[in-house]
C-alpha cells in the first residue's frame, strides 16, 4: 500500500520507510495560514498568541495540555458555509467532530443546523438549546430508547440506516401518534480517497443500505408504505478527509438515479437529498482543501445536471461539515519534556499528552504539522518525531516534523488543526486526564470543557 495514497495515511501498521519526510521548512518561525486558525499571529517578542492571547499565558492559566478554540475562526467558518450553501439549501454540523453546550450555542446564532449519533450528543443539542427540528440524528444501531427520545422531541430528520430501523422509527412513531420526516442512508459504492477506516460508502462496511442489488430501492419501497415515517430523501456518506470532489459526482449520479427509479415507481419526487460532509482540511502545508463556495457551486452544479438530464425537480441540498468548520479552529498547546536524540535518525520529543489527547496518528497515521509557539528560534532544523508519555511505542502525535535544534524541556509547542475528532476521541489512557477545551476570543479565555480531575476518575471506580 502506498504512503502517499491520501493525507489521512495508509494502514497504521505498515512498515515506514525512511526518508518519507520532506524538507526542512526554509523558515521554522512561520506560520502557515493553512493550517493555522485565523487570528493566531507570532508578538513583536516572537510568541505565539490566538484571539489576542499569548501562549504562556494560557499555558499558565489553564495548563498543558489544553486544546485551544478560536472562537472567532468558529464563528467565522459557520458563516462562511451558510452563506455558501444559501437558504436553498441546509448545512448541518457534524457534532461528532466535537460537540459541546457552547458550540451548540456558537451553531444556533450563526445559523447552522446539526446532525447527532447518539442519544447523549441530542441529549447535548437539546440542552444547549438547539431547536429540535434542526437537528438530524444519525447512527447504525439507534437504540429503541434513542429513537423514542428524538421522536419525542420532535427532531427534524431521522436517517434510516438498516431495515430494522425503519420499522422501528415508524412503530415508535405511531406510538406515539406523529409522523416522523426521515432520510435513508444509502451505500453507492463509491470508492473516496482516504484511508479505509474512514471510507463509508463502499458495501463491504457498516453503514447504509446499498444500492446493489435494489436493496436501497426496497428499503425506499418499504418506508414509503409505513404511516409513521414521512421520507423526504435519501443520504450518502462516501468518507472523511477528501478534496476530490469526483466522488460526490459519481454518489450524486447514482442517488438521482434512484430518485428516478422511485419517481417511475411511486409516482414520488423526493424533495431532498443529502450528500453528507467529509470534506478535507489543511493539516500540513502539502494540504489544500477547496473554500466552501467552491464546494457549494461545484455540488450545486453535479446535482442540478443529473437532475435535468433525469428529468427530475433539483431536490433541496443537505451537506454536514463537521471537520471542515471545527478542525482547523484548534491546537493543542503541551509542554516539552525529555528529548532524546537518535544519532543518524531523529530527534524524539516527548510532551506532556499523547495519544490520550490525540489518537488519530496512532489509528489512522493521521499526519499534522508542529511549531515552537514561546518563542522564535535561529538554530538549525532537527528532524524530530512528538510523542507522548503513554506505555505504547505507538503514542506519536507527529510523526515527521522539523522543530529548532535548540528545543529544551519547559518549552511550549503545538500542534494546530486538532479541533475535530481529537477531544472527542480522547481517552483516559494510563488514567490520562482528558484535556480542558478553551475558547479564546478578542482578547479573553474561558474554559468550555474542563480539565477532567483525579476526583471525576476516582468518582466513577466505585470499587
Not at 430501523?165 to 459504492?189: D, M, N, P, S
Not at 446535482?303 to 471542515?324: K, M, Q
Amino acid at each position: 500500500m502506498s504512503r502517499s495514497a491520501h493525507p489521512a495515511g495508509p494502514r497504521h501498521a505498515d512498515v515506514l520507510t525512511e526518508g518519507h519526510y520532506s524538507a526542512p521548512p526554509a523558515d521554522l518561525n512561520a506560520l502557515d495560514a493553512k493550517v493555522w486558525s485565523r487570528t493566531v499571529t507570532r508578538t513583536a517578542d516572537g510568541e505565539v498568541s490566538v484571539g489576542g492571547l499569548e501562549v504562556s499565558r494560557l499555558a499558565e492559566e489553564f495548563g498543558t495540555p489544553a486544546y485551544i478554540l478560536d472562537e472567532s475562526d468558529f464563528r467565522a467558518r459557520c458563516r462562511a458555509w451558510a452563506e455558501a450553501f444559501g437558504r436553498d439549501a441546509d448545512v448541518f454540523y457534524a457534532g461528532k467532530a466535537f460537540l459541546s453546550r457552547a458550540v451548540v450555542r456558537w451553531l444556533n446564532e450563526e445559523g447552522l443546523n446539526l446532525d447527532v449519533c447518539s442519544g447523549t450528543e441530542l441529549a447535548t443539542a437539546l440542552d444547549a438549546g438547539m431547536p429540535p427540528e434542526r437537528i438530524a440524528f444519525h447512527g447504525n444501531n439507534k437504540s429503541e430508547a434513542e429513537i423514542r427520545r428524538a421522536v419525542e422531541a420532535g427532531v427534524g430528520r431521522i436517517v434510516l440506516d438498516s431495515f430494522q430501523e425503519i420499522v422501528r422509527v415508524a412503530h415508535i412513531a405511531q406510538e406515539l401518534g406523529t409522523v416522523q420526516k426521515a432520510f435513508i442512508r444509502v451505500t453507492v459504492g463509491v470508492e473516496a480517497h482516504t484511508h479505509e477506516f474512514i471510507a463509508t460508502a463502499h458495501e463491504d462496511q457498516k453503514f447504509g443500505i446499498a444500492l446493489a442489488d435494489g436493496l436501497a430501492a426496497e428499503a425506499v419501497r418499504r418506508a414509503l408504505k409505513l404511516d409513521g415515517l414521512e421520507l423526504v430523501g435519501v443520504h450518502s456518506h462516501i468518507g472523511s478527509q477528501i478534496f476530490d470532489m469526483a466522488g460526490f459526482e459519481v454518489s450524486a449520479r447514482r442517488i438521482v438515479q434512484l430518485l428516478a427509479q422511485v419517481r417511475d415507481e411511486h409516482g414520488v419526487e423526493l424533495p431532498e437529498i443529502d450528500l453528507g460532509g467529509g470534506l478535507g482540511i489543511a493539516y500540513t502545508s502539502d494540504d489544500d482543501p477547496a473554500e466552501p463556495h467552491e464546494i457549494a457551486k461545484s455540488l450545486a452544479e453535479i446535482v442540478t445536471r443529473e437532475c435535468d438530464s433525469a428529468g427530475l425537480r433539483v431536490p433541496r441540498i443537505s451537506v454536514e461539515p463537521g471537520r471542515a468548520i471545527v478542525g482547523p479552529t484548534a491546537f493543542t498547546l503541551y509542554e516539552v519534556g525529555t528529548i532524546k536524540p537518535l544519532e543518524g535518525l531523529r530527534t524524539y520529543v516527548s510532551v506532556d499528552g499523547g495519544m490520550s489527547d490525540n489518537i488519530r496518528t496512532a489509528l489512522y497515521d493521521a499526519e499534522y504539522s508542529v511549531a515552537l509557539v514561546s518563542r522564535t528560534s535561529d538554530a538549525e532544523p532537527m528532524l524530530v518525531r512528538v510523542v507522548g508519555k503513554h506505555c505504547e511505542s505507538g503514542d506519536i502525535v507527529v510523526r515527521d516534523a522539523f522543530l529548532p535544534a535548540d528545543l529544551a524541556p519547559g518549552d511550549l509547542i503545538a500542534v494546530p488543526a486538532t479541533g475535530a475528532y481529537c477531544r472527542s476521541m480522547a481517552s483516559n489512557y494510563n488514567h490520562a486526564l482528558r484535556p480542558p477545551v478553551v475558547a479564546v476570543r478578542d482578547g479573553s479565555a474561558r474554559v468550555i470543557v474542563r480539565r477532567e480531575t483525579e476526583e471525576d476518575l476516582l468518582r466513577l471506580d466505585v470499587g
